[in-house]
């Protein structure tokens, strides 16, 4: 009689750790590829956004000061309510902007004129997170306020006024300062500073230095140019210095 001895097939106890501690290290590695994809993908997404909002706030700028008008009262519509208001005033911190609304009243008619106020102040722990930005030491940001519409001189004036205030501080113009109605206040984007040029008699000029000094009648007078300068912080997409030169539809090159 033969006897036949028989290997059981199959895997030691060694073998199978060794096979287990593989595909754990293949699925951790496999892990930190899916978690850098999307936090790659996150951050892409954010800067996209971060571009959306801030080309959607310099079309706005650009909005403003192509619906800018300078009022005397030689051509205000009604002189007797508008005169004696600009089109633009910048005085380091807050540009202020009067133009006409682009958003009828509830008749459907035209509802009178805004006054626009855009400047850069610091921000509240709440606008910062709304930003998605730390709460803690909230970042300078680039703001803009908008008074109610009105044709009435006395509520025009006070608005230009009060737009003013939009540069001294966190949150210092709310609706509760134009008290005639409504203001909205939209927080753009974190920036660190700012400047603007005027550009007039085929020159760029500081409005606020002895070359760019304005007479009475200039003052009333929209200049041809605007150079906007913005100084993005070094965590924002896109960095750096931005520039915008806005240039006034009616303008028109006069050669000799």
Known sequence: MISRTYRQAGFTLIEVLVALLAMA???GLSWRG???LLRAREASLGRV???AVMQTALMQWQSDLDAAVSLTSASAANANQTTGLSGLSW???VMRILRRASVPDTQGADAGLWVVSWTMRGLTPDEAERLGLPRQNPPLGWVRTQSPASFERASLERYWAEALQ????AGSVTSASLTSGPASTAVLFPAL???LYYYRDNAWSNPLSSSGATTAVQDTA???GVRLQLTLPDNASPRGTLTLDWVRPT???TRS
């Open 25 to 27: 290290m293949m699925a």
């Open 49 to 51: 956004d971060q571009m």
């Open 251 to 253: 303008f028109a090159v």
């Open 34 to 36: 899916i978690d850098g």
């Open 222 to 224: 929209m200049p041809d």
């Open 166 to 169: 939009g540069g001294t501080g």
């Open 91 to 93: 005085d380091g911190r």
């Open 193 to 195: 500073q700012w400047q």
